[in-house]
């Protein structure tokens, strides 16, 4: 006999596509596109932004297009005007995960605010990988892919296999630095993750969002020295995630150093692999934090990407 005061716990609901114990078909993935919706404008927020860029420091151009709808998402980078091979390379990606705001205009108030840099690196910045994903805030492709795991050989995404083939263009011998921008926010944990569960079949139960800024370096790269000189710079803007009780900051990576974990991020294919620069990181903005704003979030990004750029200035010294 049960005890009348006892209450048994409400399991997590599965997501709303799809039956727990089946990956989903093409049927469900149709579904899911059919939900998502345009919700802000690439053109006004990026594109625009981009072309007022001061053409005396700055090179915009289109180096691809979505085959969605190629003359509404065409791909755009920016470079440093005056490249020169004497100069240490520095790549800032942004957008790779659509839905995360900051990560695409941090990387466009970098290069309105910080011009500076480019006397001393050779700047080349992707501001918005993934714009169909930006316009539906998705984490997703519309192909319900994800960009931040496929960039490696046999990539499932245009969006990384676009940048990938213009970087190999450009002949790089050596990129010195590689930070590419995102966000963790609380819809990973309603939306998104219980969405990537629900397309392989499984449950999603839950887990903590990290409370702060916080970096995802290389675990085959992990300059820490590096890891913490961004997180210095980021300091003076915004507050950085602490550890949990286990000493871990999201699922079960350990810290560390104060707000960095590490994971093998060629092996995952995220962005931030790449180049197989010197020095790497993914940055993580969290956004829904009650002690931060738009602009804190976006200055944010800014101070990870300085911060990095000083590092490496001080490191030739």
Request: hydrophobic share 35%; glycine share 8%; aromatic share 10%.
């Amino acid at each position: 006999m049960s005890c009348p005061d006892a209450q048994e716990e409400t399991p997590a609901p599965f997501y709303p596509i799809g039956i727990p114990g089946k990956p989903w078909t093409d049927v469900e993935r149709a579904l899911w596109r059919s939900g998502t919706k345009v919700q802000r404008s690439y053109k006004d927020e990026v594109l625009d932004a981009l072309h007022e860029l001061d053409s005396n420091v700055w090179e915009v151009f289109q180096y691809g297009a979505l085959t969605q709808d190629p003359q509404r998402y065409p791909l755009y980078g920016v470079k440093s005007g005056q490249w020169r091979g004497t100069k240490p390379h520095l790549l800032v990606t942004g957008g790779v995960h659509g839905y995360e705001t900051s990560g695409v205009q941090g990387a466009i108030l970098f290069l309105q605010t910080q011009a500076k840099y480019a006397d001393k690196f050779n700047i080349l910045v992707a501001p918005c990988v993934s714009p169909w994903s930006y316009e539906h805030i998705q984490r997703w492709n519309a192909d319900v892919k994800d960009p931040n795991r496929s960039f490696k050989k046999g990539s499932e995404t245009e969006e990384s296999r676009a940048l990938m083939s213009y970087l190999e263009c450009l002949n790089v011998e050596l990129w010195t630095c590689h930070l590419d921008l995102h966000e963790t926010t609380d819809t990973d944990a309603t939306e998104y993750m219980p969405a990537k569960h629900a397309e392989a079949g499984l449950m999603y139960e839950t887990e903590a969002i990290p409370d702060g800024f916080y970096l995802v370096g290389d675990s085959e790269n992990g300059q820490l020295d590096f890891q913490e000189a961004v997180i210095a710079s980021v300091r003076n803007v915004t507050h950085i995630a602490p550890p949990d009780a286990n000493g871990n900051i999201l699922d079960d990576l350990p810290a560390v150093r104060d707000g960095v974990v590490l994971v093998p991020a060629k092996t995952l294919g995220l962005c931030c692999s790449v180049t197989g620069g010197e020095y790497t990181t993914t940055t993580e903005v969290y956004p829904d934090s009650s002690m931060v704003t738009d602009e804190i979030c976006k200055q944010a990004q800014v101070a990870a990407i300085t911060g990095a750029l000083d590092y490496v200035l001080s490191q030739q010294k």
